[in-house]
């Protein structure tokens, strides 16, 4: 008991205030930004990216990098011959499917989820990278349930599915099950890479190219793996609670 109290007495409170407060990011790695006064359009970032995540604009002739297939490699920045991609600590990608949420259907999620959320995490084919991510969420410095935010082990108890993976061939049927299982109304969170567009496996033959092309998603989280605080950012976003 005294070695309990010693311990509380030497390590005060550990969980972060983020989002209420900003988060460090200075020593990460996060979104790659294109400085367009630098860059030539010679392709070279093009030709070398790996998930095919930077894609050439014909109407502007500029590059843009597409989030949701970007897995923070940081090639393009090594690659780019004339220093034009700035590797910055931006983690707060979440993407609604829709610009705005229509006044009506703000009021029901912050009456349905405003309060409390229930989610199942699901691994549709992942590498366990996103879901060793997801796990984090539940330690003493990231403390998910501050929020009222819990993970449950069925999917009938769920109000949201958090999905990574790519949906691979021999997952796809149990993705499905478990959406259906899960009552309405509900959420649908696309967390990583490779779940929100296929990342480096786009067009295999045994994945799909994210799991939009299976289920419908309200939330994507980009990244490779997305940091802890990106997921939160998302799932909050996802809820109106920021």
């Not at 990460?28 to 030709?47: D, L």
């Not at 393009?76 to 011959?81: A, K, L, Y």
């Not at 998910?144 to 997952?171: C, K, Q």
Request: overall charge negative; glycine content about 8%.
């Amino acid at each position: 008991m005294f070695q309990v109290i010693k311990k509380i007495i030497q390590y005060p409170r550990v969980t972060q205030d983020y989002p209420a407060k900003p988060f460090d990011t200075s020593l990460t790695s996060g979104k790659p930004v294109i400085h367009s006064e630098k860059c030539t359009a010679c392709g070279e970032c093009v030709t070398r990216c790996p998930s095919g995540a930077i894609v050439e604009n014909v109407d502007t002739n500029t590059l843009e990098i597409n989030d949701n297939a970007c897995i923070f490699c940081v090639l393009c920045s090594e690659v780019c011959p004339h220093g034009a991609i700035e590797i910055t600590g931006e983690f707060e990608l979440a993407q609604m499917t829709y610009e705005e949420l229509g006044t009506q259907l703000k009021k029901k999620i912050e009456k349905r989820f405003g309060r409390s959320l229930q989610i199942r995490e699901v691994d549709s084919g992942s590498c366990n990278g996103c879901d060793y991510e997801i796990n984090a969420l539940n330690n003493p410095f990231n403390d998910i349930e501050r929020f009222g935010i819990h993970f449950v082990a069925s999917p009938r108890h769920a109000d949201m599915l958090l999905v990574t993976g790519t949906a691979t061939r021999n997952m796809e049927l149990a993705l499905l099950k478990t959406y259906e299982a899960a009552p309405n109304p509900k959420l649908v969170a696309a967390v990583g890479a490779c779940a929100c567009s296929g990342g480096i496996f786009q067009d295999s033959y045994a994945a799909k190219n994210g799991i939009d092309t299976v289920l419908p998603v309200d939330v994507y989280i980009p990244g490779c793996p997305p940091r802890p605080q990106a997921i939160l950012y998302g799932i909050l976003k996802a809820i109106d609670r920021l």
